[in-house]
Nanobody, 125 residues
Framework: QVQLAESGGGLVQAGGSLRLSCAASGRTFRPYAMGWFRQTPGKEREFVATISWTGRSTLYADSVKGRFTISRDNAKNTAYLQMNSLKPEDTAVYYC??????????????????WGQGTQVTVSS
């Protein structure tokens, strides 16, 4: 079994920055692809960013390109999401996800096997 724990969410003013962390633990191999998703009330959970197991390939949603950066440290089994130039529309619960079947980048929710509990990000105007 695998557990994912997100941290780093909080309240920030528009234009500010936050860095989210996702630590994977449990008796298993390190994750292949990892990703970040976000969800607001009444909407489906949407893709934000993904990274391959080597860290050499990344993919971003159009809404965050140029502002967010995904990275990973395989020695620590940890993924990160650096969020800059935050906008009020970025307000959401952010979820970390890990895939043990896809070793490149993955955008569909169905490609991920484990999910964290989420961390709230609120961007004020």
């Amino acid at each position: 079994q695998v557990q994912l724990a997100e941290s780093g969410g909080g309240l920030v003013q528009a234009g500010g920055s936050l860095r989210l962390s996702c630590a994977a633990s449990g008796r298993t191999f390190r994750p292949y692809a990892m990703g970040w998703f976000r969800q607001t009330p009444g909407k489906e959970r949407e893709f934000v960013a993904t990274i391959s197991w080597t860290g050499r390939s990344t993919l971003y949603a159009d809404s965050v390109k140029g502002r967010f950066t995904i990275s990973r440290d395989n020695a620590k089994n940890t993924a990160y999401l650096q969020m800059n130039s935050l906008k009020p529309e970025d307000t959401a619960v952010y979820y970390c996800a890990a895939s043990y079947t896809i070793d490149v980048v993955a955008t569909p929710r169905r490609d991920y096997d484990y999910w964290g509990q989420g961390t709230q990000v609120t961007v004020s105007s």
